[in-house]
């Protein structure tokens, strides 16, 4: 498995911006990478996705929004979040998972590698 750091989470009003960073293990192949989040008491849900052949997917609730990047030479993975919204409001994950036959989209079952995740506020 990939071990996977977060950082970038902090308190906003809405409308601003954070940029959330995934920091994976040096050498370790990622079929795909992507970022969960959790709000409490609801399920986790799908954010973005970078797959193995460059392609980006996005939730509905983001798209427009949100921009998921990948710097393979750093190991890292990126999500820019711009114009939050209060209910943007949740527990980012990022995760990953190493080689597989399917493409990962948003299915959160599909990833094998998660970070402890970092915490986003939006406030109106």
């Known amino acids: 498995q990939v071990q996977l750091v977060e950082s970038g989470g902090g308190s906003v009003q809405a409308g601003g911006s954070l940029n959330l960073s995934c920091a994976a293990s040096?050498?370790?192949?990622?079929?795909?990478m992507a970022w969960f989040r959790q709000a409490p008491g609801k399920e986790r849900e799908g954010v973005a996705v970078i797959e193995r052949d460059g392609s980006i997917m996005y939730a509905d609730s983001v798209e427009g929004r949100f921009t998921i990047s990948q710097d393979k030479s750093k190991n890292t993975l990126h999500l820019q979040m711009n114009s939050l919204k209060p209910e943007d409001t949740a527990m980012y994950y990022c995760?990953?998972?190493?080689?597989?036959?399917?493409?990962?989209?948003?299915?959160?079952?599909?990833?094998?590698?998660w970070g402890q995740g970092t915490q986003v506020t939006v406030s109106s």
């Open positions: 995760a990953a998972r190493g080689r597989g036959l399917l493409f990962c989209r948003l299915y959160s079952t599909r990833y094998g590698s």
């Open positions: 040096a050498s370790r192949y990622t079929d795909c």
